[in-house]
């Protein structure tokens, strides 16, 4: 991107200058503030990259420049810009906002709700009107005017709409992507497939845009439609082992192996794999696309914390903890998806591999078994099989996601509908209506304590921030901390008794991810796990109600934890070293994650320290143990990262991952241990 224009680029939501990411599908560019809530919106809604850190497409990235640079915020914005607006008390953001909730509604009311796009004449038949944009869509894509592309498929244009033959016309019997195609419009191109048109699809002769392509002589359009059709399976092998296929020399596939492949799959493991290769091409499809979703979802993560400053301590920003719920797919489908943040990396992995040799398989044309509509099954199976073949494990790194039943609302019979044991989990009969209902309703009430918790976080931040004011010592907290920021809507259990604690810490090989928590008793006894909590990575929280809300801690003061200066003076130097460390993982400076980690446990050791040893408040009781058993485990993942001298080296992606994870949990622990002793000592 040139320097002349980076001088000039401001948030396309809230004019912060200079912004870092850029939202694809909508053509803007966003500053950080602004890409959380982004991000919080989902893929379906904002796809954002960071424009710096994320590897571009050229094309791609030339396509957003062009849109952003002809005022293609104009038209999400469009009626903002007309006078009588201003007169009615509307307005965009601007940057002396609050995040939440003033840019959050705008944003949300931008992008979601489509507040003001221009709206066409309200018609009886909205399928005509529909066909009458796609019409449009289809005459425009020959030329270069993105901006008006990108407005017809705002209004509902559709990307793959196909154009009925006409006999005396040569341009129709096709879509807008064949047009743009034999056009040799890249950046049209570029559009239509961020859009969802399909490079594959055939015209009424049976020639894709690729085929056009070639045919005009645009070879570099040619490959690049090439790339975009096996975007999805290039994305998940590139997240596993940093290639992708050489597509013009005939690779389409590449599948990576784990370390201990060689090993025998348990009988979980080989059910696993034939109820993924059962299903039809339509499950797996959507399977498939979920998939991909999480591994953009961590990766940005990935970016995002890297690339934060955290110039303030309690910041409203937060990562993404589990995918957003897409009101286009069915309440199970978004449940199931927002569970593959239940998977650690090893897990994760697994199902990944499996994705890319299937996908391979059926493109190859080997058929598979007789299909089964059950992608729950097949996620749950991938999840459980390490619980047999895996000791070297972590456990995932995820809290209860919001579609969880954990919920007061639960109904009577989901309880004895879902302690099953495994074998019947592996059955290949169909979801009930009567779980399908338990799930809607389990899920409905979860998003409405999720509100009410946000809403309270929102109202903390603003206690917490006029408070920091008035301190004198205030120096501590405006400059104090880069601490990345966690969600409070978290569900956290509270542990049953130090031996079970401890208890959980030697299975810290057992990873606790089945996709739809159906464990019998007999587990939930020998193991520790609760049927709606997770197995705490840390090992010491176990199963019970979840943490106190915020607005709830003064309940629990405590006289005896220490000043709220002399932590977030420790925070400091827990900050300091995971920003050193995050910053090792982003360079690849591998041999630096042991000393790192080491600083890191000092300053946790010391942050610990100005505790007493019984704090009264199970509240701080838990953050302390997610502090340390974090920092213990941080040490051991990072020993990983230099084996050894003549044992084989570790797959560094997946150490990686479990580094970051561990960085996260610390920062999360040291954020809330911040939070309740300035709320208690303010009291």
Sequence with gaps: MSKRMRNTEVCADCCVPEPRWASVN????????????????????????????????????????????????SIWEHSLLDPASVMSGKRKANPQDKLHPNKSEFIKAKYQMLAFVHRMPCREDD?????????????SVRTGNLETCLRLLSLGAQANFFHPYVAFLQEKGNTPLHVAAKAGQVSQAELLTVYGADPGAPDSNGKAPIDYAREAGHHDL??????????????????????????????????????????????????????????????????????????????????WLATQNHSTLVTETTVVPFLPVNPEYSSTRNQGRQKLARFN???????????????KRRQQGNSGASPKDNVELILKSMAVRHCSDSQDNDQPDY??????????????????????SLDSDLSDSPITMQEYLEVKNALSASEAKIQHLMK??????????????????????????????????????????????????????????????????????????????????SGWLG??????????????????????????????????????????????????????SE????????????????????????????????????????????PPEGCQGPDMQLVTQQVIQCAYDIAKAAKQLVTITTKENTN
């Excluded at 590897?55 to 915020?73: D, E, H, I, K, R």
């Excluded at 446990?601 to 007493?612: D, G, I, R, S, W």
């Design 26 to 73: 909508r053509g803007v560019l966003i500053c950080d503030e602004c890409c959380s809530v982004h991000r919080s919106l989902g893929r379906h809604s904002s796809q954002v990259r960071h424009l710096m850190h994320t590897p571009w497409p050229p094309t791609q990235l030339q396509m957003v420049q062009t849109l952003y640079s002809n005022g293609a915020n």
């Design 127 to 139: 399928s005509s009107t529909a066909k009458d944009l796609s019409k449009q869509l289809h005459s």
């Design 222 to 303: 040619a490959d690049r439609l090439v790339e975009i059709q096996y975007e999805l399976t290039d994305r998940l092998a590139f997240y596993l082992c940093g290639r992708k296929p050489d597509h013009k020399n005939g690779q389409h596939f590449i599948v990576p192996q784990m370390a201990d492949s060689s090993l025998d799959l348990s009988e979980l493991a080989k059910a696993a794999k034939k109820k993924l290769q059962s299903l039809s091409n339509h499950l797996f499809e959507e399977l498939a696309m979920d998939v991909y979703d999480e591994v953009d979802r961590r990766e940005t993560d990935a970016v």
């Design 345 to 359: 990396a090893h897990e994760f992995a697994t199902l990944v591999i499996d994705i890319l040799s299937d996908a």
């Design 399 to 420: 809290d209860s996601v919001a579609s969880d039943e954990d919920t007061d609302q639960e109904l009577p019979s989901s309880k004895g509908d879902r302690t099953k």
């Design 456 to 537: 309270a976080n929102s109202n903390l931040s603003d206690e917490l921030r006029l408070m920091q004011k008035k301190r004198e010592r205030g120096a501590y907290v405006t400059t104090s901390s880069s601490l990345p920021s966690f969600p409070s809507t978290l569900s956290w259990s509270k542990d049953e008794s130090t031996q079970k604690a401890s208890k959980l810490e030697k299975q810290s090989s057992m990873p606790e991810s089945d996709y739809d928590n159906t464990l019998n008793d007999s587990e939930v006894d020998d193991s520790g796990l609760g049927r709606r909590g997770r197995l705490r990575s």
């Design 543 to 596: 199963e019970g109600s979840s943490i106190p809300e915020l607005d709830d801690l003064e309940v629990e003061s405590d006289p005896t934890l220490p000043s709220t200066e002399d932590v977030i003076r420790k925070t400091e130097q827990i900050t300091k070293n995971i920003q050193e460390l995050l910053r090792a993982a982003q360079e690849n400076k591998h041999d630096s994650f042991i000393p790192c």
């Design 599 to 642: 600083r890191i446990h000092v300053a946790v050791t010391e942050m610990a320290a100005l505790f007493p040893k019984r704090p009264r408040s199970e509240t701080v009781r838990s953050s302390l143990r997610l502090l340390t058993s974090s920092a213990y485990r941080l040490q051991s993942e990072c020993r990983k990262a230099v």
